[in-house]
């Protein structure tokens, strides 16, 4: 067990929140965004938001401000070269925005061109520079939200396909991931068809808002045409209260229990996909993707009593340890344990840490997943109420592991509580392997 206690997160001061889910409400589908106009892109798609504006640990500026007497020193980039895509064992940043795409490219080239492309700017925009300049009187090649140089800004952006992806459009049907499957509504969802699905997620990570943006501006400059923003949430991770990992909107630590990104067996067991099993080589180095737009009744559950709501997680509110731990101040890395109390007397039988991960040898392979989700503030909805809630995200080498999972907390207490909303299951595809390489190559080739 490890707590994602991420450098992003210690430290970092929190500056507000984008008022997220702002591209599926609007009609942006008819946005048409010509080549090399990013910047007229911008003005249509940014429409409502706002950068956040907060500081950044490790101050990721390159030059030197007037009057300053040292050079900041540039923050490294997350390399994005490598055997698995970046933004999965990162440890989660501060910001992020998840967007689902259809695809539209006409064809097998058309489409490869299209992951040609991504991996392009994927890799400029993760890894920093300065944008091309053009002739005054040509429009800009970037937006300009960064300044003059696109700083990494701990960016991460991370590629994964949807089931739809593999129907008959582009000849891939063969090659499908064998668990990917289209999501369907476990008990209580309330799946909004407009918040639902997708051929293609982008997820994209940074510690400040106005880097996420400009990179899905980017993004969206070089890929119409190819493909078209379907759904999308927002998210932030709060800085810790005051210690350990972030709380989510019902006030409790969330994210304790993790796999070890950092541990390459436990990796490979829980996370990536291997060789010499039942997927197709290609996606070896790749991993299932789940992503759950979860709504929270806050007033709700702000109306239950605090040693109720213990009961209902199974932790403690204010230190996150287990409730066997009685001291206010006990750790929230003690390992819950359940060998003693059989019939739930200290942590109930339908707690949502004892259903997620019972502890039981007939659940064993069924209990580890990795999280990384972020929480969203859509406030107000269409009837003027509080709509906070999580994008819940977690990746697992099986997409089994979650539905088990998941069909387990269909009898948790936390279900009067929260109301999924929408999301999908994807493949997230391996990495970019070096200069040459591109996302999905050996799908596509
Ligand atoms: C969307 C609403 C959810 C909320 C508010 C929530 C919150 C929490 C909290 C507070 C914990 C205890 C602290 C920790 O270990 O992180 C926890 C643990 C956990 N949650 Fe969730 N969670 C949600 C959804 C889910 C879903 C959809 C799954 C998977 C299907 C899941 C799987 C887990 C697992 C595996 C643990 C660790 C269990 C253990 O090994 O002790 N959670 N969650």
């Not at 008819?30 to 990013?38: E, K, R, S």
């Not at 493909?227 to 927002?234: A, E, G, T, V």
């Not at 390992?335 to 059989?342: A, F, K, Q, S, V």
């Amino acid at each position: 067990m490890t707590d994602d206690r991420s450098p992003g997160a210690e430290g970092a001061r929190f500056g507000g929140e984008c008022p997220a889910g702002f591209f599926a409400r609007r009609s942006f589908l008819q946005t048409t965004v010509a080549a090399g106009l990013a910047g007229a892109a911008s003005v249509s798609l940014l429409d409502g938001a706002t950068a956040h504006g907060a500081t950044v640990h490790g101050a990721a500026a390159s030059h030197v401000a007037p009057g300053a007497e040292k050079t900041v020193e540039r923050a490294k980039p997350i390399p994005f070269h490598g055997e698995h895509q970046a933004g999965i064992a990162t440890p989660p940043q501060r910001d992020a925005t998840f967007v689902s795409f259809d695809v539209t490219a006409s064809d097998r080239k058309a489409l490869t061109d299209l992951f040609r492309t991504l991996t392009t700017r994927a890799r400029f925009l993760t890894q920093g520079g300065t944008p091309p300049k053009t002739p005054p009187d040509s429009p800009p090649s970037d937006t300009g939200i960064l300044g003059p140089e696109v700083v990494p800004d701990d960016l991460t952006i991370t590629v994964a396909l949807g089931a739809s992806f593999f129907d008959d459009r582009f000849g891939l049907a063969a090659r499908k991931p064998v668990q990917l499957v289209t999501m369907t509504p476990f008990a209580h969802d309330d799946l909004d068809p407009a918040l639902s699905q997708g051929d293609l997620l982008v997820q994209v990570c940074a510690t400040n808002r106005d880097t996420t943006v400009y990179a899905l501006l980017d993004l969206l400059a070089h890929t119409s045409g190819a493909m078209k923003p379907r759904w999308r949430i927002d998210g932030t991770r709060n800085p810790p209260r005051p210690v350990g990992v972030p709380r989510d909107w019902f006030g409790f630590k969330d994210g304790i229990s993790n796999p070890d990104v950092t541990n390459v067996a436990q990796m490979n067991q829980e996370v990536w996909a291997q060789p010499r099993t039942d997927e197709p080589a290609w996606a070896v180095g790749g991993t299932y993707q789940v992503l759950r737009i979860v709504h929270f009744r806050v007033e709700k559950w702000q109306q239950v009593p605090v040693a109720e709501q213990e009961r209902i997680f199974g932790r403690r509110k204010v230190s996150g340890a287990p409730l066997y731990a009685q001291d206010p101040n006990a750790s929230d890395l003690l390992d819950p344990i359940y060998t003693n109390d059989p019939q739930g007397l200290i942590t109930p039988l339908d707690s949502h840490v004892r259903l997620a991960n019972p502890q039981t040898p007939q659940t064993a392979a069924t209990s580890a997943i990795l999280r990384r989700s972020y929480d969203y503030d859509r406030s107000p909805d269409v009837r003027g109420g509080l709509d906070l809630g999580h994008a819940f995200c977690c990746f697992q080498r099986e997409l089994n592991t979650y539905i088990t999972m998941q069909t387990r907390l269909e009898g948790e207490a936390l279900v009067p509580y929260i109301s999924p909303r929408g999301g999908g299951y994807f493949f997230a595809v391996p990495g970019v392997r070096d200069e040459q390489d591109y996302y999905a190559r050996e799908l596509l080739a």
